[in-house]
């Protein structure tokens, strides 16, 4: 936003260079990006932010600022200044009589503000005003256009003007003019389907119900906030004005400006939000204006629709919690001088002191906002560094946290990728799975259908990673940390997914069931099992896995998770190339389980000697009843029994039996082994076997 350097050196006196300004303001307040030589002035490129947009877009509030950041504190100076002061206005002809103002929606328009002007000569602007505005990167139009830039370019609000003759009046109009005055309409509201507006820059834009427009009686006179109209803009032979100041919804503004493509200085501004008071204001500082430039009268009075006022807030403020925050014990007297300088009002209060700041501040809401107006206006190279203070005491101990990360090292050390899962799903991601919507929480404004949803189980969205990450790798191994959301209910997961291009589902299985072992028995859980007997599985809401190759992950009586084979159904429904093998573990159940002491034992010096056995055993046979039974019968030596393969041929399943095959490491802590005390072993575990009713393979 380029901003004339003499006119800000008019309105403060100012008596250093122009690059001294430019480092004043860019230290102090907004960021000087440029400065370009114009005639005999000088354009600034300021950057203004955003959220000072209402207050600091006009020369008027650049200069609020540079006075408050000098310790002059001084009035604006006259020269150079439109003043309200000088405006004249007609002795007994009043706006009022031939300008009426409606508004159809408060939301859209909160405020309009007109003025009417009779007896103008348009021409050209005189040489000042056509430098100012070429200065500031606006091109001279004639002595009323450029008025009106020129006052927005000071005020900061964007103002608009009509030629009074070319609005047209419907039958009501007519009729009120025949008992009087002619009395015409100017109406707010939003564009109505099908119609069209000829623009002031030659184009026609085609409108829509969410454009606003200014209208008369019968058609629209210019797109609200951004473009006027050609039918209703000045003219040579223009005599009678309306001069609108308003201020319209930014929402409206910025969207029209979009949908039109269509970016003026005004729309600008409009849709960063302006201050609702200061539409009177600048009416007649533009008023004033024309008429030293353009000659003419000003109708007494203005017609002034305020449907929605804009109060004043009041913020509570602290001078101690001020020092506290910024960090420096600065004196009361600077924050009052402070405060007052950029317009607040201070009132002391029981607790401190009550701040008004003026509703042009828009961006002053809080008493941290307060604060930060402090620190900048004492000047951040003025505060003291001083050291951190830290707290050298040990942290409380998290545990959850810490087996998280431990987790994270098993689960990478066993050949496995964290996957981050996305927490929304879709309707058709639950059914796909089998999973009812009933219980899933769902958003008020989701972005599409697939996000419509909070995840109730996270290990689909691990297995969907697994079936689309199959297609460029020949294993697939993941795991992941995530949340499952359902109506009343949050907890963590453990999600772990397999796949095997070309596999036939078991090595998957295993895997999983491998890695979850790994991880049990590194947290120092040795009385973990696995239940087969799930009576809910393949239904309802464990449709996900499929009946005979799934069971709960225990540790005694506890049920920490589920692991198991992807329904088939699932995979046909999901498009799964292969076998898909799943496991979650309930974290928040699992870790206040995990014992915080651990035993350590050294690595074993003596070699460790590894014997397999196959068993056949009735189909509903636990796998953990008979490792028990094996390590009962093993003893101490026995130190692993781990299951390799579960096989069921068709005769096994005619006759309801089932086969284990488990490697039996055994090993001494002292002395390596000989085979006849393995020998011995194993007849001792054979026998136990047997004595359950199991046969040897």
């Not at 503000?113 to 040489?127: D, F, H, N």
């Not at 900061?156 to 109009?173: C, N, R, V, W």
């Not at 590194?522 to 809910?536: C, F, K, M, N």
Request: glycine share 8%; net charge negative.
């Amino acid at each position: 936003m380029k901003f004339s350097y003499n006119w800000l050196q008019e309105l403060t006196g100012w008596r250093g260079t122009p690059e001294k300004l430019a480092d004043f303001l860019t230290r102090g307040v907004f960021e000087v990006e440029s400065i370009a030589k114009v005639g005999r002035d000088w354009a600034l490129d300021t950057k203004i932010l955003p959220n000072r947009v209402a207050d600091a877009s006009g020369h008027a509030g650049l200069v609020r600022e540079i006075l408050a950041l000098s310790t002059k504190g001084k009035a604006l100076k006259a020269r150079g200044r439109i003043k309200s002061g000088q405006l004249r206005e007609h002795t007994k002809k009043k706006a009022a009589s031939v300008l009426t103002v409606r508004i159809e929606n408060a939301d859209d328009c909160p405020r309009y503000t007109a003025r009417v002007l009779e007896g103008v000569k348009i021409g050209p602007s005189p040489e000042w005003l056509r430098e100012r505005l070429e200065t500031c990167g606006l091109q001279s139009i004639n002595n009323v256009v450029d008025a009106a830039n020129y006052a927005m370019l000071e005020t900061g609000q964007p103002m608009h003007i009509f030629d009074y003759e070319a609005l047209k009046t419907g039958k009501e109009s007519a009729r009120a003019s025949k008992k009087g005055a002619e009395k015409k309409s100017i109406i707010v509201r939003r564009a109505r389907a099908g119609e069209k507006l000829a623009a002031l820059d030659g184009q026609t834009y085609a409108l829509s119900p969410d454009i606003l427009v200014i209208a008369d009686d019968m058609e629209p006179l210019a797109i609200a906030g951004i473009k006027g109209g050609q039918y209703s803009g000045v003219h040579d032979g223009t005599t009678m004005l309306i001069l609108e100041s308003a201020n319209f919804d930014p929402v409206i503004i910025h969207r029209a400006s979009r949908s039109l493509r269509l970016r003026t200085d005004a729309s600008y501004r409009f849709e960063h939000g302006l201050d609702r008071n200061q539409t009177v204001e600048a009416a007649d500082a533009l008023a004033s204006l024309i008429g030293r430039v353009a000659g003419g009268t000003v109708l007494s009075g203005v017609v002034d629709v305020y449907p929605v006022k804009a109060r004043p807030r009041t913020i509570l403020f602290r001078p101690e919690q001020a020092s506290a925050v910024i960090g420096a014990a600065l004196p009361e007297v600077f924050y009052k001088k402070a405060l007052t300088g950029i317009g607040c009002a201070v009132k002391e209060a029981a607790k401190g002191w009550m701040v008004t700041p003026p509703t042009v501040r828009r961006d002053l809401g809080i008493e941290e906002d307060l604060i930060e107006e402090a620190a900048r206006l004492y000047g951040y190279e003025n505060i003291a560094a001083v050291r951190p203070v830290l707290n050298i005491a040990a942290p409380q101990p998290n545990d959850a946290l810490a087996y998280e990360e431990t987790a994270r090292d098993i689960f990478v050390s066993a050949g496995f990728t964290e996957h981050e899962a996305y927490e929304f799903t879709g309707e058709k991601e639950l059914t796909d799975f089998g999973l009812d919507i009933k219980d899933a929480v769902a958003l008020e404004n989701p972005t599409s259908p697939e996000t419509a949803y909070l995840l109730t189980r996270p290990v689909i969205k691990y297995v969907l990673a697994a079936r689309d990450n199959l297609k460029n790798f020949d294993t697939v191994r993941l795991f992941g940390f995530a949340k499952s959301f359902t109506l009343g209910n949050e907890r963590t997961h453990i999600a772990l997914a397999v796949a095997l291009n070309g596999g036939d589902g078991k090595d998957a299985f295993y895997q999983a069931k491998g890695a979850v072992d790994h991880l049990l028995e590194a947290l120092g859980i040795s009385d973990h099992w696995y239940d087969d007997a799930v009576a809910d599985a393949g239904r309802g809401a464990d449709a996900i896995f499929h009946p005979q190759r799934v069971a709960d992950i225990k540790i005694g009586d506890t049920r920490i998770g589920r692991i198991g084979e992807i329904h088939p159904a699932v995979g046909e429904r999901i498009k799964a190339r292969e076998r898909i093998a799943a496991a979650e573990v309930f974290y928040d159940v699992l870790w206040p389980l995990v014992e915080r002491e651990a035993e350590f034992r050294p690595v074993g010096k003596c070699p460790a000697i590894v014997r397999d056995l196959a068993l056949v055993v009735p189909e509903r046979t636990r796998m953990a009843d008979v490792v028990n039974a094996m390590e009962g019968a093993g003893g101490p030596l026995l130190i692993d029994t781990d299951l390799f393969d579960e096989f069921q041929d068709e005769t096994m399943r005619a006759t309801d039996e089932k086969s284990f095959a488990f490697h039996c490491a055994f090993q001494s802590p002292e002395r390596t082994l000989t085979d006849g005390e393995i020998d011995r072993l194993m007849v001792a575990i054979t026998a136990a076997c047997e004595e359950n009713g199991w046969t040897i393979r």
